[in-house]
C-alpha cells in the first residue's frame, strides 16, 4: 500500500491515498486495486520515455510531443508551433498575434497539464476555442490530452446541430430552465441587453458544452486505452465569438478577466469559481451521495472527496472529467457555464492550471500579463509562478504550470510586438527572468477579483 501511495502523490496534489490499518480498508474494492497495481507496474514508463516494458505505449513528455510519428512531426522554431493537420490549432508552446500560450513541467513526475487555442473555431472566421486541462492520478497525462483533443471536436458537432436544428433548439429551452443551479449559466454583467440573435447563441452554446461534456465523459469511461478509474482531468475552455464570451469550467483550474474598471485602472475579474469539495454545494451534492469530504491533518486547507468506507483516493476538486471511482459518490463532470458580454475595456482572459493560482494571486496574473509583450505573456507568467513556487513553498515539489492568454483587442501597434523568434516550443527550457518584474510577496495592492 506504501508503494500505491507513493505513485500517487507523485502525480500530484490532487489525488492521495492515505494508508490504513487493515488490508479491507486500504482500497474502495478490488477494481481499485487492480488500477494502483497497474500504475505501478508501469515502472520507469510513467517518468521516462520509450522504455516500452510490457510492451505498452511508449509515454510522452510534453516537449517531445511533436516528435511522434517517426519524426513525422519535427520540432518548428519560433513561437507560432500549429499542428500541422489543422490551420490555426495550436496547443504547444507559443504564441500568434491574438494569444500567448505556455506549458511547464513541474517536479512532481511527467507533465500532466496540457492547452490549446483554435482560431477560426467551428469553420467561423473571429471564432477562438481556448482551453487548459490539468490531469491527476497515473494516468493524468493522458486524460489531459485526450480532452484537449476531443472536446473541442464534440463542442463543435453540439453547436453545428443547434445551429442546423434551430427549432429542435427552441424545443428544448423550456426544459433547459428546469436543470438545477449548479447548471445554471450565470450573466457576470447582468446590466447587459442581448439582441435575440445574442441570446440564442449564448444559450445554444451552453447547451453545447454541457451535452459535449457528458458525451466526452461517457467516452473517457468506455476508453480502451486509457484507464480513467482513478485519473482524471480539469478543463477551463471557452468560446469568444464576437463580443460573446462563454466559459465552461469543470474543476479547479481558472480564468481571469483582465480589464479596466471606471477610473481606468487594470483590474482583475475571475471569470469561475474554482469547484472545490468544500464549496456549500458541492459539498452538499457529495454528502448527498454517501461521499466523504475532509481535510488531511498535514494540509488542513485542502479538502478532498474520499470514498464512503475509505480514505481513498482523497480528490481536491468535486468535478472532473474521469475519476470514476467517485462518480457514484458526487463527483460530476457538468461544466459549471458563465457568460461575459466583452466591452472596450476588455483586454484580456488568462486561462491557467492551479499550478499558476497557487502561488499568484489575480491581481498578480494580470499585472504580469498586462506588462509583458504579447508573444512572451505566457512564459513570463509560467516562469513567474515557478520562481514564486521556489520563494514560498521551497520544501514542495513545484507543480505543472500552464497558461493561455487571449487577447481581446485587436491594437495594431500591440500586434507589432508579436515576433517569430522568441519561444521555442521545447516547454523544458527555463529562460531568465527579471527579477524585478516579478510581484512582491505582498501582493499587488487592494483585491480587485469579482466572483460570480
Not at 500504475?39 to 517518468?47: K, V
Not at 513528455?61 to 490551420?87: A, F
Not at 505556455?102 to 487555442?117: E, P
Not at 464576437?242 to 477610473?263: I, P, Q
Amino acid at each position: 500500500m506504501t508503494q500505491a501511495v507513493q505513485v500517487l502523490n507523485r502525480h500530484g496534489t490532487d489525488l492521495v491515498g492515505e494508508g490504513r490499518g487493515s488490508d479491507s480498508e486500504c482500497l474502495a474494492g478490488f477494481e481499485c486495486f487492480l488500477n494502483i497495481v497497474r500504475a505501478l507496474g508501469m515502472g520507469s514508463c510513467i517518468s521516462e520515455v520509450g522504455d516500452g516494458a510490457g510492451g505498452s505505449q511508449s509515454l510522452l513528455t510534453y516537449s517531445q510531443e511533436l516528435n511522434v510519428d517517426g519524426g513525422k512531426r519535427r520540432r518548428l522554431k519560433g513561437s507560432s508551433t500549429m499542428d500541422y493537420k489543422v490551420p490555426g490549432r495550436m496547443f504547444l508552446n507559443g504564441s500568434s498575434e491574438i494569444a500567448s500560450m505556455y506549458c511547464k513541467q513541474g517536479k512532481k513526475g511527467i507533465n500532466q497539464d496540457a492547452m490549446l487555442v483554435w482560431e477560426n473555431f467551428c469553420s467561423k472566421e473571429g471564432t477562438v476555442f481556448c482551453g487548459v486541462f490539468d490531469g491527476h492520478g497515473p494516468y493524468g497525462h493522458r486524460v489531459a490530452k485526450k480532452v484537449r483533443d476531443s472536446f473541442p471536436l464534440k463542442l463543435s458537432a453540439q453547436w453545428d446541430l443547434h445551429r442546423k436544428n434551430q427549432d429542435g433548439f427552441n424545443d428544448q429551452n423550456g426544459a433547459a430552465t428546469s436543470h438545477n443551479s449548479e447548471e445554471q449559466i450565470k450573466l457576470i454583467d447582468e446590466n447587459c441587453n442581448h439582441e435575440l440573435d445574442g441570446t440564442d447563441t449564448i444559450l445554444a452554446l451552453r447547451e453545447s458544452f454541457l451535452k459535449a461534456s457528458k458525451i466526452m465523459d461517457k467516452e473517457l469511461k468506455m476508453h480502451r486505452d486509457i484507464d480513467c478509474f482513478c485519473s482524471g482531468t480539469t478543463a477551463v475552455t471557452l468560446i469568444k465569438q464576437g463580443l460573446d464570451l462563454v466559459v465552461g469550467n469543470v474543476g479547479d483550474s481558472r480564468a481571469v478577466l483582465g480589464t479596466r474598471d471606471h477610473e481606468d485602472s487594470l483590474i482583475a475579474v475571475q471569470l469561475t469559481v474554482d469547484l472545490k469539495p468544500n464549496l456549500p454545494k458541492e459539498e452538499e451534492r457529495i454528502r448527498h451521495r454517501k461521499g466523504r469530504v475532509f481535510s488531511l491533518k498535514n494540509e488542513p486547507d485542502v479538502a478532498r472527496v474520499w470514498l464512503p468506507n475509505s480514505d481513498f483516493p482523497g480528490l481536491a476538486m468535486a468535478r472532473a472529467f474521469g475519476d470514476f471511482c467517485l462518480k457514484d459518490v458526487g463527483l460530476i463532470s457538468v461544466p459549471d457555464v458563465s457568460y461575459h458580454r466583452l466591452t472596450e475595456k476588455d483586454e484580456f482572459v488568462v486561462l491557467a492550471t492551479d499550478g499558476i493560482w497557487d502561488v499568484l494571486s489575480n491581481e498578480e496574473v494580470v499585472e504580469i500579463v498586462a506588462s509583458a509583450p504579447r508573444s512572451t505573456a505566457a512564459r513570463l507568467l509560467v516562469e513567474s509562478a515557478v520562481l514564486s513556487w521556489k520563494a514560498k513553498f521551497p520544501f514542495c515539489k513545484i507543480d505543472d504550470c500552464a497558461a493561455v492568454c487571449l487577447f481581446l483587442n485587436s491594437n495594431t501597434e500591440l500586434n507589432a510586438e508579436h515576433t517569430t523568434d522568441k519561444l521555442t516550443p521545447d516547454a523544458s527550457t527555463h529562460p531568465v527572468v527579471d527579477q524585478s518584474s516579478l510581484p512582491s510577496e505582498n501582493g499587488i495592492g487592494v483585491e480587485a477579483e469579482k466572483l460570480l
